[in-house]
Each structure stands twice: as C-alpha cells, then as structure tokens.
C-alpha cells in the first residue's frame, strides 16, 4: 500500500501494477509498469505517479491546456465536423486512467464525450510536463 497511490495489485503475468487513485475527487484507473526486479517505492514510475497524483490539481491545469493547445494540430480532431474552442475543450475533458512506464514517462487518457464521443485524447510526457498529445480512436 502506497501512502500517496493507495492499494496496487500486482499482476505478475502483465508486468504492471493495477489500482484506483482519487483525481479530483474522482476515481481514475492507473497502471504502473514494474520490472523483474523494480522496487515499487523507489522506482521511477511509482515517483513521477506519487508527483502527478500528490499535486493533482497543479498538474490537471497543465494537461488540460497542453491539450487544448494542441487542438488544432491533431490530424484527426480537423475532420470532425465541429470547432470547439480551447476553453470548452478545458472545462470538458476528465481523466479516466493514468499510466506510468518504466522510462518515468506519463500517459495520461483523458475522455471528452460531449465533444468527442467514443475518442479520447491521450497527453503523455515526464516530470517535467506534458510533451505530446494524440487522439485515441
């Protein structure tokens, strides 16, 4: 049990921890890659999860507005027939599940179904914020 990420299962077969973290008052799946031999509390994954999660709301604005800002450039999002603007698209997303790899990276889905449907967006990046954003068809 992790004081920060609270209760991780291990699912030897997978290679990753698996467990439910409160994001703003909601409930996000996340998933930890963990190595042959990686120590949980010392690993790089379960350390840029306890920073994400412990500062929540510092890093929602930042991947809400990465996102956002990239809009336009998304090759999917400019055959949807709406504009939305990059205000609506803030104020919409949620996240529903946060990964972390072994390589400290983040990839964090984000769901926007009012404006999107059945896609979602997905904003990875390190400790040190959010680097690129993609469409999840």
Same mark, same amino acid.
């Given at each position: 049990?992790?004081?920060?990420?609270?209760?991780?299962?291990?699912?030897?077969?997978?290679?990753?921890?698996?467990?439910?973290?409160?994001?703003?008052?909601?409930?996000?799946?996340?998933?930890?890659?963990?190595?042959?031999?990686?120590?949980?509390?010392?690993?790089?994954?379960?350390?840029?999860?306890?920073?994400?999660?412990?500062?929540?709301?510092?890093? $929602?604005?930042?991947?809400?507005?990465?996102?956002?800002?990239?809009?336009?450039?998304?090759?999917?999002?400019?055959?949807?027939?709406?504009?939305?603007?990059?205000? $609506?698209?803030?104020?919409?997303?949620?996240?529903?599940?946060?990964?972390?790899?072994?390589?400290?990276?983040?990839?964090?889905?984000?769901?926007?179904?009012?404006?999107?449907?059945?896609?979602?967006?997905?904003?990875?990046?390190?400790?040190?914020?959010?680097?690129?954003?993609?469409?999840?068809?």
């Amino acid at each position: 049990r992790d004081p920060v990420l609270g209760e991780l299962v291990f699912q030897r077969s997978l290679g990753y921890y698996r467990g439910s973290c409160v994001w703003l008052k909601a409930n996000v799946g996340i998933t930890i890659e963990a190595g042959p031999r990686m120590v949980p509390e010392k690993s790089a994954p379960c350390r840029i999860a306890r920073t994400l999660f412990s500062d929540a709301a510092a890093w $929602d604005a930042r991947m809400r507005a990465f996102a956002a800002a990239k809009w336009d450039s998304m090759r999917a999002i400019r055959d949807l027939a709406f504009r939305p603007k990059p205000d $609506d698209l803030e104020r919409h997303f949620e996240l529903d599940h946060a990964r972390f790899t072994e390589r400290g990276r983040f990839h964090l889905e984000l769901s926007c179904e009012a404006l999107l449907g059945d896609h979602g967006i997905e904003v990875s990046g390190n400790e040190s914020g959010p680097t690129s954003c993609r469409v999840m068809i």
